[in-house]
Nanobody, 116 residues
Framework: QVQLVESGGGLVQPGGSLRLSCAASGSTFSINTMGWYRQAPGKERELVARVTKGGNTNYTDSVKGRFIISRDNGKNTLYLQMNSLHPEDTAVYYC??????????WGRGTLVTVSS
């Protein structure tokens, strides 16, 4: 089992920046891909970005050039640097890991609100 705890959400003005963190614990040796998803009010959860254990990344089109995903395998921590935030980035952001046995684990989420 893997436990995930997100942090770093909050209220930020449009154009501002936030950095989310996700600390993994438990059977971290089994983690392959780590990613961030988000769910806005009234919408389905969507992939924001993910990174493999080898460092390959992919992003949803709406965040390309603004968000940067990274991971520190030694610290078992995932990050999401979010720049030039838009009101439409407002959502609950969830950390996700997919393990080598294809099991998925989720954090409880952290709320990001972009508003003036």
């Amino acid at each position: 089992q893997v436990q995930l705890v997100e942090s770093g959400g909050g209220l930020v003005q449009p154009g501002g920046s936030l950095r989310l963190s996700c600390a993994a614990s438990g059977s971290t040796f089994s983690i392959n891909t780590m990613g961030w998803y988000r769910q806005a009010p009234g919408k389905e959860r969507e992939l924001v970005a993910r990174v493999t254990k080898g460092g390959n990344t992919n992003y949803t089109d709406s965040v390309k050039g603004r968000f940067i995903i990274s991971r520190d395998n030694g610290k078992n921590t995932l990050y999401l640097q979010m720049n030039s935030l838009h009101p439409e980035d407002t959502a609950v952001y969830y950390c996700n890991v997919r393990c080598f046995d294809f099991l998925d684990y989720w954090g409880r989420g952290t709320l990001v609100t972009v508003s003036s």
